[in-house]
């Protein structure tokens, strides 16, 4: 259920992601977000209190879709590796609509002065591959936990890293390579048991 709160968020969240689009990333301030939103600069603040919250709430939008998978019909009777590859293409297809600026917005994070954004982007990656493992309904534990999350973690950032580049229809390159990626995953599980 959307609030008139979440909905002036994501307005102002559109908003930045346009002016990024049209200006590029370096190039967002937050006065010009609130003007565009149609927003004070306190209302801006008061949801996002500096520009790379929103990059945080770009991939937390990206995480709802992901979220929400869970209530496809019959997902549990997919295999995992089917939940897997819907769960990480659904996320993608969210962050498809500003591609090029969630690449721009990534080498904001990498830049050497934003150490304490880097440690919040590995936090992130974390904590949606969490969010990956649950929606596929992943049964493991102990080190087989532990170990299948290792693998996942591997296969979402070189899929992510690869659809960040991809200039293919749908981007059915990175697809493809997720399916590969998660199809030798599946073989090595099969060969470790259960």
């Not at 304490?116 to 992130?124: N, T, Y």
């Not at 992943?138 to 936990?145: I, T």
């Not at 532990?146 to 229809?169: C, K, N, Q, V």
């Not at 697809?175 to 599980?189: H, I």
């Amino acid at each position: 259920m959307t609030t008139g709160s979440d909905s002036v968020r994501q307005t102002i969240l559109d908003a930045a992601l346009e002016i990024g689009e049209q200006r590029g990333w370096d190039d967002v301030h937050l006065h010009d977000v609130a003007q565009s939103a149609g927003v004070t600069l306190a209302e801006v603040r008061r949801h996002f209190e500096h520009k790379d919250a929103f990059t945080e709430a770009w991939f937390d939008r990206a995480d709802a879709a992901l979220l929400a998978m869970p209530q496809t019909p019959d997902w549990a009777e997919l295999t995992p590796r089917q939940r897997l590859h819907a769960a990480i293409a659904a996320w993608l297809a969210v962050l498809a609509t500003h591609r090029r600026i969630t690449a721009v917005m990534l080498r904001y994070k990498f830049q050497p002065e934003h150490v304490h954004l880097q440690v919040m982007g590995i936090m992130r990656i974390s904590r949606t591959v969490q969010w990956v493992r649950d929606v596929a309904l992943l049964p493991e534990v102990g080190w087989r936990r532990e170990l299948g999350e290792a693998a996942l973690t591997t296969i979402y950032l070189t899929t992510f890293a690869r659809w960040l580049a991809d200039d293919s229809p749908g981007t059915e390159k990175a697809l493809a390579l997720l399916d590969r990626l998660l199809a030798v995953a599946e073989r090595a599980a099969l060969r470790i048991g259960p």
